[in-house]
């Protein structure tokens, strides 16, 4: 089933572009994305952290929400921090910059801060932010190796222990079509969990090669770099491989896979292509594809089915969302707009959640077994080997990332 690209997949991309786990925690909301507004009880004071591409486009959603008044706004980038602070009216003395730009910002008074920059920096970004009494809003990945996993799901307890909403801004799960499948799903509608079939492909980003300091990849071409990204099951895949983890309650526990880097002249050492076969806990075969290409593929883009022993479902980012024959057949509906309507979404219950006291975090914590996920697919990849979730988590292997001669 093919779906129905309402955006271009390099525009995608260029937007979306930043011992075991606890147990998975229940999904979110299935009300999310369909409650009707409320007024606003008060303004937000938020700081924006990273405005590139998607980070000015995320700020000016936030902006457009009733309940947020944007009072900082960080970059690297002088240039971009000014450039979006005009926009977003942010005073001149609350623009920062630098790699410390988020510290000066959570100085100025704001109640959370969102994380929209280079995904290496946000464990150590948010953890400021939460011991600062702030609430955080992150984009996906939100962290690229084991060890940042485990920080970031002790900052989720941390958080609710202070009180603070800490949200991940994943959208697929605050489409209405695609929560019907899931709730036909955990109602026995595919007779048990055969196999999962399930792909992310994209067009083609920047890969220049590093200057005197990492700081000219910086603007997006930090995609091409697996400490920064996480490589492309961490940057772009996620969406899906988070969509199985919320539709199933499964992590991966084993995964043997082969990727290559074909791209003419690469200078990063991400994935250009590949599969991964994953084991769920349960048994579950699941086969995943991948490719960051522009060949006009035929293969799935952030699509899923999981076959049943008597229904398949499938589930996905743009497209036919449905479950196929059984005794909960659903003939679907095309899921259109998640890219803006399920950020907006999101964005909506981050006010709620910090208004209402609602503080389980549970994106938070639904990201420790997706990302482990991403992470133990991508490493079976590099390393052409089978690997089992435990393997990757005694190794606790970290990505380091040379900040030699940036600007503090």
């Known amino acids: 089933m093919k779906a129905d690209h309402s955006m271009s997949r390099r525009t995608f991309v260029e937007r979306t572009a930043g011992a075991a786990a606890v147990p998975l925690l229940a999904a979110a909301s299935g009300a999310l994305g369909q409650e009707t507004a409320k007024p606003v009880e008060r303004k937000l004071r938020i700081g924006v952290v990273g405005l590139g591409s998607r980070g000015s486009w995320i700020a000016n959603l936030f ?6 008044e944007i009072v900082a706004a960080v970059d690297y980038f002088e240039e971009s921090a000014n450039a ?35 995904p290496y920096f946000y464990p150590e970004q948010a953890a400021a932010a939460i011991d600062a009494g702030c609430h955080v809003y992150t984009a996906k990945p939100f962290a690229v190796d084991v060890p940042s996993v485990f920080k970031m799901q002790a900052l989720a307890r941390k958080a609710t222990e202070k009180k603070l909403c800490f949200r991940v801004d994943y959208q697929l799960p605050t489409d209405p079509a695609n929560q019907e499948v899931k709730k036909r799903i955990a109602e026995g509608g595919l007779g048990g969990l055969a196999h999962i079939y399930s792909g992310g492909t994209c067009g083609k980003l920047p890969d220049p090669p590093v200057g005197p300091t990492i700081e000219n990849l910086f603007k997006r071409a930090w995609y091409s770099h697996i400490g920064m990204s996480g490589d492309l099951l961490l940057l772009y895949d996620i969406h899906i491989i988070d969509g199985i983890t919320w539709a199933t309650g499964q992590r991966a526990v084993g995964a043997s896979g082969y990727r290559r880097i074909v791209r003419p002249d690469p ?31 035929f293969m799935y883009n952030l699509e899923a089915d999981l076959m049943g022993l008597e229904a398949t479902a499938h589930l996905a980012y743009n497209g036919k969302v449905c479950v196929r024959g059984g005794a909960k057949h659903y003939v679907g509906e095309v899921a259109k707009g998640i890219y803006a309507e399920g950020a907006k979404a999101n964005i909506a ?10 503080f389980d975090n549970e994106t938070a914590h639904r990201s420790v077994d997706s990302t482990l996920t991403g992470i133990l697919g991508r490493e079976a990849m590099l390393r ?23 600007k503090v």
């Not at 902006?63 to 947020?68: E, F, V």
């Not at 003395?93 to 730009?101: E, Q, T, V």
Request: hydrophobic residues 30%.
């Open 63 to 68: 902006k457009q929400h009733p309940g947020y």
């Open 84 to 118: 979006a602070g005009d926009k977003l009216g942010v005073p001149a003395g609350k623009r920062f910059s630098g790699l410390s730009g988020y510290k000066r910002a959570l100085d100025s008074g704001v109640e959370a801060l969102v994380l929209e920059g280079i």
């Open 267 to 297: 200078h990063g050492d991400r994935t250009d292509c590949g599969g991964v076969v994953f084991q769920l806990a349960d048994g579950t075969c699941w086969t995943h594809t991948t490719q960051l290409l522009q060949n006009n593929t």
């Open 349 to 358: 219950e981050f006010y709620r959640c910090v208004t209402e006291g609602r």
């Open 384 to 406: 052409k080997t089978w690997l089992t979730m435990d393997e990757v988590i005694k190794e606790a292997k970290t990505r380091e990332v040379n900040l030699r001669g940036l």
